[in-house]
C-alpha cells in the first residue's frame, strides 16, 4: 500500500530499481492538455544519474513510453500510464547485500516488514522509484499552468555540508538553478558545494543539505483546513522522497525564536489586493495559500551509501562488516531538485482541482 | 474537505470554536476495547483551557459524551462519535474581527477560500478544532497498547524562545512531563521558559518554540514505503497542527551538516535483535519502523494574537490598525502537547491495523 | 469502517438505534449555500416512524440539530454535524435479542465479526441508521439544485408484493409521490398496495417491494470510467441501504432477454441537442450521463421482523423459538422512498463536484 | 478518475483499446505469495478474444507481463505492474467513428465529458479495459485461497436471451463451467444458447443475459457494515463492467414477491454451527458474510455493436445511418465469465484484508 498519491489527481508508482521497470499511472488528469513524451522527458533528464561529475556514473537513459491517456497529443482525460524500462542492471554488484543490511538504508526495514526483499540495488526503496514522481510531475506542471499561466516551481540547493547559499526566492530563475551541476544559483557557494562534495566521494564518504523551492503565480484559496492544509500535504510529499528527515515552512525552525511581534505579517493593500507585507507565513495562512509565494525547505541526511566499512550484521543474525561498491551519489541533492518540484507541483495540482471542484 | 485522517483507523472532526460545539467520529476502531468517557476527558483536560497561569483563561470544562459506538464499557467496532458542546462562548468579543483580517491568522485566507466565514473566534480555524484529535488519540492509544502492550508517546517542551532544555528522550516519563505547567521535564529550563512567557504576555507579545515528541515499545515493520512513508504521515499530521511551521525526524535538520560516515547508524546484534548502537534515523528507515524509538520535533511559531497594535487591511479593503482584546494563550506550547502526542499516536494506530491487515 | 460515502462530497454517519444518538458528518459542501434545520427535517419527518398507519408506531420525532458548519444561515465550507438524538427507547423489548438471533437479521453477523453487538433495537444495523443518509441527502440537493436548478430525484413505489403500478417517470411528481401513505403515484395500486400491508401485518407477517427512482435535470458528462461509473456508483449506494436485495437501471434485468436491435437507443437531434429516442439505457452510456432521465429500480426483500414464530439459535448455540415483540414496519418501502431519494442525490452530488473538479 | 478500486488490495486499470497497451497496477498485496505470469495468463486466456466461434475473432494473444512486485516468484509487498501490449490494431475499421456516435456505445457521453475520445475502437470503454481487472483478480485469488484454502469464485452463464438453464449453485464446478464455449453448465441449455448466438450474429444482431456468480468457502465476519457492505461492494463491482444493467443477490428481484415468513432463513446448528436452513439471503446479512455461499446474478444487455443499420447523429449534429464493421461480439456472456469471478475475487479479498486488519 501507500504507493498512490493525491485525491483528485491522483498518481500511483510502482518498480524496483531492478527488474522490468518503474513507473506511474496518472488518474484525474483533465482533458485536452497538450502533452507528448518530450515534456516528460526534459524532467527525467534532469533527475537521471551520469549527467555531472557529482552524482553516481550509473548510466541509464531512463526513456520513458506513453501508453495510454494522450491522443493525438493531447490527454484524453483517462489514466496516463507512463513506463520507463530498467537497462543498466548490474545485479552482481549488490550479491552481498542479499546476505548483509547496510547501515541507514531500508533493508533491515523492508525485511522486517514483508520477509522479502529484492536486494538487487535497493529495490523499492531506490532512489529510482522517484522516476515516476517526475514523470507525473511534468504533467500536473502543464494542468496548473493551464489554470494558473503565471504558474512556476522553483528548486534549489542552498546548503550542502557547511556550505550556505544566499538566494532570493522571489527573484531565482530556473536557468540560475540549471547554471551548475549542483544546481545552486549561488555561483561562489555552487563552486564550494562542488568541491566538498568532490573531497567527500574521494573519501569514500557522504554529504547532506537542504533544498528551498518556491512556488510563484498561485492564487489564494487553495489547501484544505484541517488534515489537508497545504503545508501539512507539502510536508508529507516531501517526506516521502527518500533521504529526506525534515521539512519547514516560511520562517521554519527560526520561528520559534522570534516574538509574535516579529513574526507576523501584517496585511496592507497593494496593487488593489490584500498582500502581506513580510513572507513568515511562507505563503499559507490556517493551510490555505494567501497569495505570496509559497516557500520551504526540506532536509536531506547524507547518502547512506558510502565506501568506508561499517558495522553491520547478516540475515542469519552474525555482526559483519560492509563496504559499499555499487556507484552511488556521493550527494543527493543535485538530483533531487526536480523531485522536490515534481512532489510540490503534484501537491497544488491536486489542490487546485479540489478547490474548483467545491468553489461553487 | 480534508476533515479525515487515516485509512484504516479514520478520524473525522467537525466545529467551530463558537456554534453548537466540536467533536469527532472515529471509524474503523476495533472491537471490545473497554472505553469511558474518563479515558477520554483525562486527555482533554491536558489540553483544556485554564488549567495554568500561563495559557488562555477561556474557562471551558470541555466535557466530553460519547454519542456511539461504545455499549457496556466496550467498543463495539462501529463508529465513536464523541462531542463537547461549546460552553464559553464571548461573541461580542470577537465583533471586530468581523470586518477585519487578523495578522497571520486564518481570516483572510478563510474568506478567499470561502467568501464567508464564522468570524466569532476563528471558526474552524481555532486550536478548539483539535478537542477531537485528542479525543480520538486517547481511544488509539488504547488500541495500540492492546496491540503493543509497552507502546508509550511521551511529547515534551524542549524550547521556548530562547531557552533550551536537556532531555533525554530514551528515559523521560509523562509524569516528569505534567510535573509543571509548560510540560517541559527539564525543571531548570522549565522555570525560565515560564518566565519568559510571563514577561511576554506582560508585554502583549507571544512566544513560540520547539516539541519533541517519542514513541517508544513498537516494532519493526510499521510504515508503507514511497507516499505513506511513517515519517511522511508523521510530517502531515504534525504540519496539520494549527501554529506549526516545521518538522523533523531522528537527526532532523542536523544531518545537513553531518557526513554519512558520521550519520549512519551501524547495525549490531542486542540481546538476540537486529539493533542500531546509534539512532540517527529517528526510528524509521525507508519509511518503516526499526524497532528503536521513533522520536521527531514539531516547531511552533510565536502565537499570532497579540495585544499590541498591527496594520492590516479591512474586508473592504481598508487599512487599519488592530489590537487583539480577546481571551488568548501567549504561547500555545503546553497544550500543544496532548495534541501531538494525539496526532502521532493516531498515525502509528492507523498504520499499525494496515500491517496487521496485510502481513499474512 | 465503511462509514463514509462519497469522495468529494463525503458523508460519514454514526450511531445506534439505541444509545445517545444518531447523526452524519458531511464534508466537502460548497460554501454560502442557505440551508437551515427544516430543510433538513422536512426529509427527515418523510422517513421518521409513526407517520401513518402501516409503518411502525416507534414514536420518535427525530428532531435534528446542526451543530456546525452553518453560520448565519449559510453553508461554510467546513463539516456540517448534524445530530438526532434517540428518545422513544424500549431496550427491555429487545431483551430476548441479547440471547437469540432473529432470522434474517444482522445479529448473527455482527457477533461473528466484531464478538459483541448492542442487541438493543438492531444498533449499528437499525433502519435508524438512514437518518445520517436523508439529513445528508437534503444537503446535497440544495447544492445539486444551485448547480442544476432543474435537478430533482423522485423516488416511488412500484410493486409490494403481488401489486404492481404503473407509473410515468418522465411525468411523475413528488406532489403525486406524497399524495398516499405507501408513496405509490398510481391511486389504484397504492390502495391495494396498502391492503395487502395491512393484511400482512393482521397475520404477523411482512411484505418486500420495488422502489424506482427518476433523475431529471441533469446534464451529460456526469460519471467516472471505469469503477465509478454512474450506474456502479448507484448500484453500491442502493444495496447498502437495508433489505435490499438487487438494483437495475433502465432496461435492467429486462434487456437480457432482447436483441441489440431492440435495446440500443437511437441518436437524434432534437432541440439542437443530442438526443436518445428512446431510453433504455437509463440515462447513463458507459458509466456517464447523456442528459436524459437517469432511471433505476431497487428491490426490497419483506420486512425480517416478523410476529409468527420463527426457528433459530442461541448466542451458546441451543435451537429455539422466536417471534418478534418489538414495534416494527411490516412493509419498509414507504419509508425507504426518501432513503432512496438521498442516497441518489448524494451520488450525483459527489459526482457533479468532481466533474467541475477536472473538467477545465 | 475512478481507475482504482479497492481499499487495502487495491488496483488501478489503465490503457485504451488502441494505443500501447492495457494494464494493471495492484496495490496492497502481501508478501510471499507464490505469483507467476502463467497464473495470469491463464485467466486472460479465459476471457482474450478468439477463443471460440460465438466470440469476436479479433485475434490477440493479450500476453501479460509482470513488471514489478515479484522476486523469484514471490510477491514483494510491492506494487505489482501487469503490462499487456496492444497487438491486433486495425483502427482503419473504426475510421467512421471518429464522427458518428454509436448508438448505446459511450461515445457521445465521453465527448460530452471530455472534449475528445480516442475513436479507435472504443478507447477506454472497450471490453479490453477489464484486462486488468482479471490480471489483478487472478492475483486476489491467491491472496484469498491462501487465507481461506477452501475459497472458489465459480461464475457461469445460466441465461441467453429467451434460453434458462438450470444450475445448483452449490455444487457446479469450473470444469463444468469450461466444458462448453458459452461457459453454461447445463449442456441442454448451453447448445440452444449457441445455437440462439449463432443466429443473431447471422442477422447482425446481438444478445444479452445472465451470470451467476458463487463465492464457496468463506468464513463469516467479512464486510463493512453500512456504506461498504459487501452486496453494495458487490453490486458496486458488477455494474462497473461494461454491458451491466442489473445486479441481484440471493433472493434478489424474486424477494419483493415473497411474505417475510417465506423469505426469511431460519438458523439452526449444523456440524457445531450456526447455520442457515436456506439461503434467499445469498450469505450476506447485513452487509456481512454468515458463512453460507454468496451467490448473485448480474444482467448484461445484448452488445451494442450490431451489423444492422441505426440512426444515429455525428459529432457536428447531423442525422445519419451507421451499420457496424469492426470485429466484435454477438454476445458478451462467455468472455464476461472471467470478468465477473475477477471482479467478486477482488471485494472478497479486499474485505478479508480490511476485516483482518482491524480484528484483534
Redesign the interface.
Known amino acids: ?5 493525491g ?2 489527481f ?1 498518481i ?5 530499481s531492478h ?5 506511474v ?1 496518472i ?7 497538450p502533452l507528448q513524451e518530450s515534456d516528460i522527458q526534459a524532467e527525467l533528464d534532469r533527475r537521471r544519474p551520469g549527467q555531472s561529475s557529482i552524482v553516481t556514473p550509473r548510466a541509464e537513459a531512463d526513456r520513458c ?5 494522450v ?1 493525438e497529443g ?1 490527454t ?6 507512463v ?1 520507463v524500462l530498467n537497462e543498466d542492471a548490474q545485479p552482481e554488484t549488490y550479491a552481498e547485500m542479499a546476505q548483509t ?1 547496510r ?4 533493508d ?3 525485511e ?7 536486494w538487487q540495488g535497493g ?3 531506490s532512489a529510482r ?1 522517484t522516476i515516476g514522481r517526475v514523470a507525473a510531475g511534468a504533467v500536473a506542471r502543464k ?1 496548473l499552468q ?2 494558473f499561466p503565471q504558474f512556476e516551481a522553483v528548486a534549489y540547493v542552498t ?1 550542502v ?2 556550505t550556505t547559499a544566499f538566494v532570493d526566492s522571489d527573484a531565482v530563475t530556473r536557468e540560475q538553478v540549471e547554471a551548475n551541476e549542483i544546481r545552486c544559483p549561488d555561483a561562489a557557494a555552487a563552486q564550494q558545494m562542488i568541491a566538498a562534495i568532490a573531497q ?1 566521494r574521494a573519501e ?7 533544498i528551498e523551492c518556491v512556488l510563484r503565480g498561485l ?11 497545504l ?10 522522497i ?1 533521504a ?10 527560526a ?15 497593494r496593487d ?1 489586493q ?1 498582500r ?2 513580510t513572507n ?3 505563503g ?8 505570496e509565494n509559497i516557500v520551504f525547505r526540506v ?8 565506501a ?1 566499512p ?4 547478516t540475515l542469519t ?3 559483519t562488516t560492509l563496504a559499499a561498491r555499487g556507484r552511488h551519489d556521493p550527494c543527493v541533492l543535485p538530483r533531487a531538485v526536480p523531485i522536490v518540484e515534481a512532489m510540490a507541483t503534484l501537491v497544488l495540482c491536486d489542490h487546485a ?8
Request: hydrophobic content about 30%.
Open positions: 500500500m501507500g504507493n498512490s498519491f485525491h483528485l491522483r500511483t508508482t510502482w518498480g524496483e527488474g522490468g521497470g518503474v513507473g499511472v488518474d484525474g488528469c483533465p482533458s485536452r492538455i513510453q506513453i501508453l495510454s491517456g491522443f493531447q484524453l482525460g483517462t489514466p496516463i500510464s513506463l543490511f547501515p541507514s538504508h531500508a533491515f526495514t523492508y522486517a516488514k514483508y520477509g522479502i526483499r529484492n529495490g523499492r526503496a522509484e494542468v493551464r489554470m546548503h555540508y557547511q567527500a569514500g564518504d557522504s554529504l547532506g543539505g537542504i492564487p489564494p484559496g487553495l489547501g484544505e483546513p484541517v488534515f489537508d492544509k503545508e501539512a500535504d507539502l510536508a508529507k510529499a516531501m517526506l516521502s527518500p529526506t528527515k525534515g521539512f519547514e515552512i516560511g520562517s521554519g525552525f520561528a520559534t525564536q522570534m516574538r509574535g511581534s516579529e513574526h507576523n505579517d501584517e496585511f496592507e493593500m488593489e490584500v502581506t507585507k513568515r507565513s511562507g499559507v495562512q490556517g493551510g490555505i495559500s494567501n497569495g532536509a536531506f541526511k547524507p547518502t547512506a551509501t558510502i568506508r561499517q558495522q553491520t550484521v543474525g552474525e555482526e482541482l479540489r478547490q474548483r471542484g467545491t468553489a461553487l
